[in-house]
């Protein structure tokens, strides 16, 4: 593998990637991305299974293409897509590539398990998929956990009440069998949790399942969709913790946990032990720190 000289002034990238594909030897295919991102100063979070690759990195323009091209040539396939977005700087503070059994997972029996190009909903274009969104008669399901829809949503969308993706399997079963009948518009982050979803959908009998092809983030970027009716800003996995969706009709939804005003600037508690991600202004953290509440801006004091 090549030296590559990376210089700081360059302008730099983040990347949003998955592909459902099969890797023979998901150890050593771990042992190249990390070989390769520590070489061309590539920080972010790669997985790697049999079923496939999901990752995001950040680094110059010049090194993220460099991963791209030999991504793909190692992949021996052109049908990955990377979201792009610029940056000013990396998003990430460290490099981590780690081999699991599934690049997401729904914590699903081998025999219960979903295999995307076996079974997946319907996907729907950008313009597609704002199309049917307007239509009242359907259900629009997010596909994502709770602190992440609690930052932006589409208008109108189910957002279960859950902490992990392996959680939907219970409560689909619990709270949404009576929409059976109902056409389904499920939507994540980049589209790779939909495309287990929705085929979990479908197992469980659901007539009419589609997913937004691509994510929220491809549907921000679509020039005709111009993320139009997603109010708020999209969660993202790295230091940026939101981003931009909506060029159309914007709205935050968002207030200060303290003092209730508009806000969207999303932070971890101060007190270690809850680390609860909330909603915060800057003159609320400046005045009072960056507490949940008084208790634990108390249990922190006499932490020390």
Known sequence: ?????????????????????????????????????????LKGRIIIAEEGINGTVSGTKDSTEAYIEETLGLLETSKMEFKIDSNNGHAFKKLSVKVRPEIVSLHLSKEQGIKPEEITGERLSPEQFLAEMENEDVLLLDGRNKYESDLGRFKGAICPPIDNFRDFPEWIRENFSDAKDKRILSYCTGGIRCEKLSGFLIKEGFNSVAQLDGGIINYGKDSLAKGKNFDGQCYVFDQRIGVEVNSTNPKVITACR????????????????????????????SEKGRFCDENCQLSACSAK
Do not use: G
Request: negative net charge; glycine residues 0%.
């Open 258 to 285: 303290r003092c209730e005003i508009s806000t969207q600037r999303y932070k971890n508690c101060a007190y270690k032990p809850c680390n609860l991600q909330i909603f915060i202004c800057e003159k609320c953290e």
């Open 1 to 41: 593998m090549k030296q590559f000289s990376v210089n700081m002034s360059d302008p730099y990238q983040v990347l949003l990637y998955y592909l459902y594909t099969p890797i023979e030897n998901p150890d050593k295919f771990a042992k190249w991305q990390t070989d390769f991102c520590n070489e061309h100063d």
